[in-house]
């Protein structure tokens, strides 16, 4: 049957109450339409999935506009898996064009995302020059572990983006069910078909620059970063990081994996591993590490407070609350024994007066997680690593951030 004439809000209105009437529907967590990349040698394998819009916990209007324009197309949606994936068509997008109709002049700018999402796609299956089975629209209705390549990339948006907090999504198994590629600018490239082409590849001149090759592409091949975020080497951040504005990324040691990252402005010139987060303020020194969930945190993800300093070459294990300082090449792990005087000791429990501390002047630093204002250094002459109530006043420099 016809879709009815869509003159005004009213009818989009009435259209989005029928549809969301369909027997089992459901709002969904995320949804967005991606152009999917194929691999050269197997068709069938989806390489990495590219959204220009993406929607989490919002705009369901237009998630019932596409699940209605699927059913006039004669696809009808399957509400009951954690996710749904259908291809792009032209009758699809005839049908949503219809739906979208009273917004369609409207459509630009940060204006009605979903609908300018659609007309491009109108203008180039249009052009009758496009593959129509490089478009996907995906359905994410549960947090569960991903069962697609669409959908990892779906959360990693989400995360790159701060749809979702960093761990905010279920990410289990994802790295299981990405393709390790071949990266030669935003291209995916079999490894499989390189080896298969490579004799005349290289003998046409033709073989591939390849900047790596991974299972993940690099933030800046997806995301466009706030105007004062700094990223000084691609290569330095994963897809999946999430990046504050002001956030600084130095080339050299420094490193941000996906699911992890900073929630203000930061200087990184370490390694924020997997999971890891940073609060604002805070300053990486180069070559520091923040050990990530499998790097011997014993699953336990690692959070940095607020202007907090890692100084160059210190490894952190544990997590660290606000206005903390670990000296240059300095190691706090969990099980790394400090020394604290009373004197320090004192201070430290006004500064953390809800803290249950052991009757003792040696800790294990695990005991000194995430508490307030600790100086971390070690004694030049023993070796013996001890804490003090910091009296520094960690700041960035507004100018470069």
């Known amino acids: 049957m016809a879709l009815a004439k869509i003159e005004n809000s009213e009818d989009f209105k009435a259209l989005i109450e029928e549809t969301k009437k369909m027997k089992g529907y459901k709002e969904p967590v995320g949804f967005g339409i991606a152009r999917v990349d194929r691999g050269q040698k197997n068709t069938e394998k989806i390489l990495q999935a590219t959204y220009p819009v993406i929607n989490w916990n919002e705009n369901f209007g237009s998630a019932a506009v596409f699940v209605a324009a699927l059913k006039e197309s004669g696809i009808y949606a399957d509400f009951s898996g954690d996710e749904y994936i259908a291809p792009v068509s032209a009758d699809f997008i005839k049908h949503a064009m219809h739906i979208f109709a009273p917004y369609i002049d409207e459509a630009f700018g940060d204006a009605h995302k979903n609908v300018q999402v659609i007309k491009y796609l109108n203008e180039l299956f249009a052009s009758e020059m496009v593959d129509a089975t490089s478009y996907k629209i995906v359905f994410l209705y549960a947090d569960a572990p991903a069962q697609s390549v669409e959908t990892v990339y779906l959360k990693l948006y ?230 003090f109530r910091s009296t520094r006043e960690v700041k960035l420099n507004e100018e470069l951030h």
Not at 206 to 234: G, W
Not at 236 to 247: C, E, I, N, P, S
Not at 252 to 273: C, H, K, L, Q
């Open 158 to 387: 989400a995360l790159s983006l701060a749809k979702v907090p960093l761990r905010g999504v279920n990410l289990n198994g994802a790295f299981g069910i990405l393709e390790n590629v071949a990266w030669s600018g935003n291209m995916p490239i079999e490894l499989a078909w390189l080896r298969d082409n490579e004799i005349s590849l290289k003998l046409d001149g033709m073989y591939p620059e390849i900047s790596s090759v991974d299972k993940f592409p690099r933030f800046l091949q997806h995301i466009i970063p706030a105007d004062n975020t700094r990223i000084l080497e691609s290569s330095k951040v994963r897809m999946g990081a999430q990046l504050h504005a002001g956030t600084t990324v130095m080339p050299g040691a420094s490193y941000i994996n996906f699911n992890a990252g900073t929630t203000g402005p930061v200087m990184v010139e370490g390694r924020i591993s997997s999971s890891a987060i940073v609060g604002s303020g805070s300053d990486v020194g180069g070559g520091a590490s923040i050990l990530g969930v499998l790097s011997g945190t014993d699953g336990n993800p690692i959070s940095i407070g607020e202007n907090t300093l890692l100084g160059a070459n210190s490894v952190t294990g544990v997590p660290l609350g606000d206005g903390c300082i670990v000296d240059a090449g300095v190691s706090i792990l969990e099980g790394t024994k400090v020394t604290i005087s009373t004197q320090e000791f004192n201070k430290i429990k006004e500064a953390n007066p809800s803290w249950t501390s052991p009757d003792t002047d040696v800790f294990k630093a695990g005991a000194l997680a995430s508490l307030n204002g600790i100086h971390f250094r070690q004694d030049s002459v023993t070796g013996m690593i001890k804490a």
